[in-house]
T-cell receptor, first 116, second 113 residues
Framework: GAVVSQHPSRVICKSGTSVKIECRSL??????MFWYRQFPKQSLMLMAT?????????EQGVEKDKFLINHASLTLSTLTVTSAHPEDSSFYIC????????????FGDGTRLSIL | AQSVTQLDSHVSVSEGTPVLLRCNYS??????LFWYVQHPNKGLQLLLK??????LVKGINGFEAEFKKSETSFHLTKPSAHMSDAAEYFC???????????FGTGTRLQVFP
């Protein structure tokens, strides 16, 4: 089945550093990828939609300069949390869509980000 | 606008007994509905999806869900719970004309021996 690889699985870093998270579709081309944030014991909140070759579309309330998204190829999207602070600590999950309306989104295993 | 409501934040069952996780949806058009499962510190795995074909949808691991338009429900069931079913379950609806997914608040399933 379709596989989405997300890396790293866990990051611990100091406040003020920037952190890059990669999301790769391993066996299909993903014209669209999605980035979610999940707080403890809560549901997933869509942060942005990443479109290959164009600018990402951010949901209301998500700072685009804080959460930089790049979708340079049909198999890779990256999320960079710039100048991270403790309130950015969260579980970040990506998903990829094959672009076929009959195909569901496939999710990565998530990245646990902890900012000290 | 589309939305889903998961009626129970926690469900506890004994191993071998039936599972019922409830979900109601709101949609101005014929929706696509999904159930995803999330184990601790993991991403989401698709259990099943409804896309206007058969109203009774069979998924993986013995789960199934029935789309009931008259009740605007899409409840998830399993005849016999297994310890490995303990996880967080999300009912999800797709937004109109986009690939965006709208998640319910989740139901934590506990299975006791």
């Amino acid at each position: 089945g379709a596989v989405v690889s997300q890396h790293p699985s866990r990051v611990i870093c100091k406040s003020g550093t920037s952190v890059k998270i990669e999301c790769r579709s391993l066996d299909f081309q993903a014209t669209t990828m999605f980035w979610y944030r999940q707080f403890p014991k809560q549901s997933l909140m869509l942060m942005a939609t990443s479109n290959e070759g164009s600018k990402a579309t951010y949901e209301q309330g998500v700072e685009k300069d804080k959460f930089l998204i790049n979708h340079a190829s049909l198999t890779l999207s990256t999320l960079t949390v710039t100048s991270a602070h403790p309130e950015d600590s969260s579980f970040y999950i990506c998903s990829a869509s094959p672009g076929d309306s009959n195909q569901p989104q496939h999710f990565g295993d998530g990245t646990r980000l902890s900012i000290l | 606008a589309q939305s889903v409501t998961q009626l129970d934040s926690h469900v506890s069952v004994s191993e071998g007994t039936p599972v019922l996780l409830r979900c109601n949806y709101s949609s101005s058009y014929s929706p696509s509905l999904f159930w995803y499962v999330q184990h601790p510190n993991k991403g989401l795995q698709l259990l099943l999806k409804y896309t206007s074909a058969a109203t009774l949808v069979k998924g993986i691991n013995g789960f199934e869900a029935e789309f009931k338009k008259s009740e605007t429900s899409f409840h998830l069931t399993k005849p016999s719970a297994h310890m490995s079913d303990a996880a967080e379950y999300f009912c999800v609806v797709s937004a109109a004309d986009t690939d965006k997914l709208i998640f319910g608040t989740g139901t934590r399933l506990q299975v006791f021996p």
